[in-house]
């Protein structure tokens, strides 16, 4: 069975903490395509959180193309097999994402993440 | 309450009231309220009584769940408050209902005031709607959130995993007869010369409100939050809802076919067709709250596994 989490002590925000979670078991298959996820009410009265919180990690997992929402019939898990993106894939894509976004904070530029891997993949 | 102080009671009561009415002078009206007051007091407190082993145990059997003893004593628990609230509710709607009743005997000259509910069925109806009411307070008061780690299951919960699907056909079914049928005689009264339309619309009304009753209460089953994600507790929480889900739907079914049945006797032409809806339909719909309430087995887990 497929279980999120909210962790209140943490510093990410729990609608961060909801994303991550439905976004890694969408990714890796432990939500298969055609999943409907629990209404927003359900999730929300589940995990002690707000409305508001749920209904926005929905939303940005539509913007990222894992669900789709469709009004009466709720929120479903979308195919992301097919479009491509396999589930390693797409792993590696959300850590490079982060990874991109740490350095950017240094101050780093882009060539410089390049020559930081290149560094960091070379024989020693 | 047992059946012998029952049933002493009621000899009490009709004997005393006939040896006033027939020495006295006392109007017999006081005795049928206090007859009447009797029924109520017997209703609540035969609900108030202890929730024996006997029936946890048939409890456990109807929705196929195991319990230790400290989850027993709190199942049991649970369970005597939510029987509580309902038949509370059940004996303060026939208060009510009998109320104009009541004023009419007691001050004679206020007896318009029997005119505001104006309708003979009314009583049951009442207690019926009440009857749900009370159900939806007991699921609505019971809330309990759950401490510790904020867990939550990713499975959609629905209306059908906790009590059939053709219920609410059958709700949405009745109320949409009985408002065509109101519709009916209000259009066309030259058709129906035997009512002013008022009885049909009455009763229409009290279906749709079943039917809403019923939704919203579903909403609050299906929504409150999960207590444990897995194991016993999960099981237990599940057929909490269930029993929920059943006693409200069946209360609301109940009332939706009485309240058809007085609409389509108003419509329907007299002779036997009438008849036999009006004596035929509130029947099959206490049967159906019997039925739902106190009979039907069910399996939330078994349920949702064959739906998925």
Redesign the interface.
């Known amino acids: 069975?497929?279980?999120?989490?909210?962790?209140?002590s943490s510093p990410v925000p729990p609608f961060e903490q909801l994303r991550m979670q439905?976004s890694e078991?969408i990714r890796s298959g432990a939500?298969t395509a055609g999943?409907?996820?629990?209404?927003v009410?359900?999730?929300a009265?589940?995990?002690?959180?707000a409305k508001n919180t749920v209904v926005r990690a929905y939303r940005a997992l539509e913007e990222e193309g894992l669900v789709r929402a469709d009004g009466r019939a709720?929120t479903t898990v979308l195919d992301i097999g097919a479009g491509g993106e396999s589930a390693v894939a797409a792993r590696v894509a959300e850590a490079t994402r982060r990874y991109l976004a740490e350095l950017e904070r240094l101050g780093l530029s882009g060539q410089d993440a390049l020559d930081a891997v290149r560094r960091g993949v070379a024989p020693t | 309450m047992r059946s012998r102080t029952v049933f002493l009671g009621y000899a009490v009561i009709l004997g005393l009231g006939l040896v006033l009415a027939e020495f006295v002078g006392v109007d017999p009206g006081w005795m049928a309220i206090a007859l009447w007051s009797w029924l109520i007091v017997v209703i609540v407190a035969g609900a108030s009584g202890p929730y024996t082993d006997e029936m946890l145990d048939r409890w456990s059997l109807r929705y196929d769940v195991a319990m230790d003893h400290p989850r027993r004593e709190w199942i049991r628990a649970r369970l005597c408050r939510a029987r509580r609230a309902r038949w509370a509710a059940v004996g303060l709607g026939m208060g009510v209902a009998w109320t104009p009743t009541f004023v009419g005997m007691v001050a004679p000259e206020h007896s318009g005031f029997t005119a505001v509910v104006f309708l003979g069925w009314n009583t049951p109806l009442i207690a019926l709607i009440a009857a749900a009411l009370g159900t939806l307070i007991s699921e609505l008061v019971v809330v309990q959130r759950p401490r510790g780690a904020r867990l939550a299951a990713l499975e959609r919960r629905k209306w059908g995993h906790y009590v059939g699907d053709h219920w609410r056909s059958l709700l949405t079914g009745s109320s949409g007869v009985a408002v065509l049928a109101a519709a009916a005689v209000l259009s066309d009264r030259s058709r129906h010369p035997s009512t002013d339309g008022r009885v049909a619309a009455v009763a229409a009304a009290w279906t749709v409100v079943a039917l809403v009753l019923a939704l919203v209460g579903m909403r609050a089953i299906v929504d409150r939050p999960l207590l444990a994600v897995a194991g016993m507790d999960r099981q237990l929480d599940e057929a909490l809802r269930a029993d929920g889900a059943h006693h409200l739907v069946g209360a609301a079914v109940a009332m939706s076919l009485f309240g058809s049945s007085v609409a389509l006797n108003e419509v329907l032409p007299g002779g036997l067709p009438g008849l036999l809806v009006f004596v035929f339909g509130p029947w099959f719909g206490v049967a159906c709250w019997w039925f739902l309430a106190r009979q039907e087995t069910w399996n939330v887990e078994r349920v949702r596994w064959r739906r998925a």
């Open positions: 069975m497929n279980v999120v989490s909210i962790d209140s439905l078991q939500i999943t409907q996820l629990p209404t009410r359900q999730l009265g589940d995990l002690g959180i709720g």
